[in-house]
């Protein structure tokens, strides 16, 4: 028996979940093969960035994953680093994506993988054009110039079925199927550094953190561990947490002493009630190309790293969202094959950085502080160092700002690059996320956004207005329009006219409409 559906996608993590819900609001017939039927408990993937918050609210879901949060409402999501152990006179807890919340529509949050991947099931389930197999595996893909088919076991009843589609999204994890079936290579860095997670309960270790601010992350950081952290994550209040820390490359799970190395780090002896313990190997892995035909991959089927700085979740929820809409602009007729393929040509150089200058760069950086500066050697030397390390690790934040400016479907600059570096700035700039400002209504910029691209006009001239939405009425090209004064703020825009593509990336901007419209929108959809 064969089904035809217009997007197949094989992985219902978050990342899968998250693109059929994305399409499925816009009226895509989509199948999402998976084969969990019931949620890992391990607390990975817990922290979300505001971007990431963006997408939510846009699925009208902001409101249900803050409820699923297992952390106290207003607890603060940032990071704590002590040298040596907890116990130490030196630490710091910088700011952290509080930072930059004012360039985002949406506060930050933090719950573990398996209470957001809750909320997305039932949204998903919701949506009429989504059709969901979980405990099912895909046993082989094939592709063909005018569609995609998989063949899948129901892993239950042993059935066999055959799914049929335009496209087809392979979001399902670092060991990929369906990268290797349609022969995506990866380039890998294996750092041969064993690493610990356990998974428990303590409360003597929360009684002994009251003596810091409120965090929710706390790093440790020793000149023998060559940069490499280890640190504590509270899962749930007051006493659930997560360890991970680097171990002996020949340790044995059936022997290791978790027990021992928590105290050590911890610096104090405190009882811990054990949940899971298991080991992990630290590499990246990154593949060559995110497409192959009619074929996708995301998250991390595309890209997978340690989880260092919470960037892995938020980076797959990106790629999803820069693909969905691009695949529907496809499947609905106004947006042509060079729109698909910059999907690639934007993403894969932001995770590239990510991976070498927000995460192996990071660790490096450690390493060699770490072996320079020591109190043991020269104290006055350390604290003036270790001070000066406080502002080197906030700053990171404000670093991070993936944008598309070489992208082939954007106005960018000239030498613009694809990148993870950046600038945050309300300055509306091609390439760069849409910063949110109040609009006359009381809305925000962002809320005003519509689903298809949007053309915010602040006292721009009736006849530009009407040069783009003549433009894209002749492409059929989905335009809302909001107009508003070139006042009260919006001025910090530094353009009238301000072209936004679904994703909220911006991709021209101007005083006046150019002579023709129309070409500005093909160039922005790939035709």
Same mark, same amino acid.
């Given at each position: ?32 093969? #998976? ?123 042993? #059935? ?43 409360? #003597? ?67 811990? /009630?054990? #949940? ?23 998250? /991390? ?90 502002? /080197? ?135």
């Amino acid at each position: 028996m064969s089904k035809s559906h217009q997007v197949i996608i094989v992985g219902g993590g978050p990342v899968g979940l998250g693109l059929a819900i994305n399409l499925g609001l816009r009226g895509i017939s989509c199948a999402v093969i #998976e084969p969990r039927t019931s949620l890992n408990k391990i607390p990975k993937g817990q922290n979300l960035t505001q971007r990431t918050l963006e997408h939510f609210a846009s699925w009208g879901l902001d409101s249900e994953l803050r409820a699923a949060r297992l952390m106290p409402a207003g607890h603060p999501i940032g990071e704590l680093t002590a040298y040596g152990n907890l116990m130490s006179d030196y630490w710091h807890a910088p700011a952290g994506r509080e930072l930059v919340r004012r360039f985002y529509a949406q506060d930050n949050e933090r719950l573990p993988q398996y209470q957001m991947e809750e909320v997305l099931r039932r949204k998903v389930a919701s949506i009429e054009s989504v059709e969901t197999f979980y405990g099912s595996t895909v046993l082989a893909v094939d592709q063909t110039d005018s569609g995609v088919s998989i063949k899948f076991r129901n892993d239950d009843s042993g #059935e066999t079925q055959t799914l049929e589609g335009d496209y087809l999204v392979g979001c399902d994890g670092s060991q990929s199927m369906v990268r290797s079936q349609v022969g995506i290579e990866r380039s890998t860095q294996d750092y041969e550094q064993l690493m610990l997670l356990a998974v428990f309960h303590s409360s #003597e270790l929360n009684e002994r953190l009251k003596r810091f601010p409120e965090r929710s992350t706390y790093r440790v950081l020793r000149p023998d561990l060559k940069g490499y952290w280890q640190f504590f994550g509270r899962v749930d209040m007051p006493d659930g947490w997560f360890f991970h820390a680097p171990i002996p490359q020949d340790a044995d799970p059936e022997t290791f002493d978790a027990l021992g190395l928590i105290q050590e780090a911890a610096g104090f002896p405190c009882a811990c /009630d054990f #949940e899971y313990v298991g080991f992990w190997k630290m590499r990246v892995a990154i593949a060559d190309n995110y497409r192959v035909g009619r074929v996708f991959i995301a998250g /991390d089927a595309a890209h997978s790293h340690p989880p260092y700085g919470g960037f892995g979740l938020n980076n797959g929820l990106e790629d999803i969202v820069n693909l969905g809409w691009k695949l529907v602009a496809n499947l609905e007729g106004w947006g042509g094959d060079l729109l698909l393929q910059s999907y690639g040509q934007e993403r894969h150089p932001v995770f590239k950085d990510t991976a070498d200058d927000f995460i192996t760069a990071r660790i490096q950086r450690d390493a060699v502080f770490l072996d320079r500066f020591r109190p043991e050697h020269d104290l006055a030397e350390f604290e003036q160092a270790w001070k000066s390390l406080e502002s /080197d690790i906030g700053s990171r934040f404000q670093q991070y700002e993936p944008n598309y400016e070489a992208s082939p479907v954007i106005f960018g600059p000239p030498g613009g690059v694809n990148t993870a570096h950046g600038k945050h700035q309300i300055k509306a700039r091609p390439g760069h996320h849409l910063a949110p400002l109040p609009l006359s209504s009381g809305k925000n910029t962002f809320q005003a956004l519509g689903k298809g691209f949007t053309l915010l006009a602040l006292d721009a001239s009736p006849e530009s207005v009407l040069a783009f939405e003549e433009a894209a009425k002749s492409l059929g090209i989905p335009l809302s329009v909001v107009q508003d004064s070139f006042t009260d703020g919006r001025e910090q825009y530094e353009a009238r006219l301000i072209l936004v593509r679904p994703d909220q990336y911006v991709v021209w901007c101007g005083d006046e409409a150019p002579a023709q419209a129309s070409e500005i929108l093909r160039h922005v959809v790939g035709l």
